[in-house]
T-cell receptor, first 114, second 108 residues
Framework: NAGVMQNPRHLVRRRGQEARLRCSPM?????VYWYRQLPEEGLKFMVY????????ESGMPKERFSAEFPKEGPSILRIQQVVRGDSAAYFC????????????FGPGTRLTVT | QKEVEQDPGPLSVPEGAIVSLNCTYS??????FMWYRQYSRKGPELLMY????GNKEDGRFTAQVDKSSKYISLFIRDSQPSDSATYLC????????FGAGTRLTVKP
């Protein structure tokens, strides 16, 4: 399967814990985007990364959220001290070029904060 | 006003009907216009994209963009139950903005 992979698919955390979401882009893709989707709402852009660089984090909350895309390994979205409002589906997308329109999405990670 | 407006529906049609899905937008800088299909509990899947104004056809799907009216449409001909999904419009200048999605059900 050469598609975008995300794990875990479902993640349950208690308030105050940390959540780590992983994304492996499609083979040959070096651009990764993270989105958040709340029920009945569209996808909200969070952050755009290339290998070892954050290109655009304008959609990321200033506190508790961070993202990285190391030289080796998957991209990671990290949420510290989770709160109930963080419960959502988090999608990762990848592209082969710096062209925002041609993005391919993973299956998402559904985060539930209890 | 949201940058991208999309009627969330739900929209229910009989099999074989022509479906029309629409979005409006306010940012005239958008140049690329996309339609994604999202099945329940799955990630969005890119259906079609169009650059600037005009029409684009792919099988039963036709995308239209009218930049003068800031209005885009997706038409599905001969709709099938397998088309039942949420359809998201998206637009891009330097980054991507999505509509809220329209939930479509095609009844056999």
């Amino acid at each position: 399967n050469a598609g975008v992979m995300q794990n875990p698919r479902h993640l349950v955390r208690r308030r105050g814990q940390e959540a780590r979401l992983r994304c492996s882009p499609m083979k040959g893709h070096s651009h990764v985007y993270w989105y958040r989707q709340l029920p009945e709402e569209g996808l909200k852009f969070m952050v755009y990364l290339q290998k070892e660089n954050i290109i655009d984090e304008s959609g990321m909350p200033k506190e508790r959220f961070s993202a990285e895309f190391p030289k080796e390994g998957p991209s990671i979205l990290r949420i510290q001290q989770v709160v109930r409002g963080d419960s959502a589906a988090y999608f990762c997308a990848s592209s082969s070029r710096q062209l925002a329109y041609e993005q391919y999405f993973g299956p998402g990670t559904r985060l539930t904060v209890t | 006003q949201k940058e991208v407006e999309q009627d969330p529906g739900p929209l229910s049609v009989p099999e074989g009907a022509i479906v029309s899905l629409n979005c409006t937008y306010s940012n005239s800088a958008f140049q690329y216009f996309m339609w994604y299909r999202q099945y329940s509990r799955k990630g969005p899947e890119l259906l079609m994209y169009t650059y600037s104004s005009g029409n684009k056809e792919d099988g039963r799907f036709t995308a239209q963009v009218d930049k003068s009216s800031k209005y885009i449409s997706l038409f599905i001909r001969d709709s099938q139950p397998s088309d039942s999904a949420t359809y998201l419009c998206a637009m891009s200048a330097n980054d991507m903005r999505f509509g809220a999605g329209t939930r479509l059900t095609v009844k056999p």
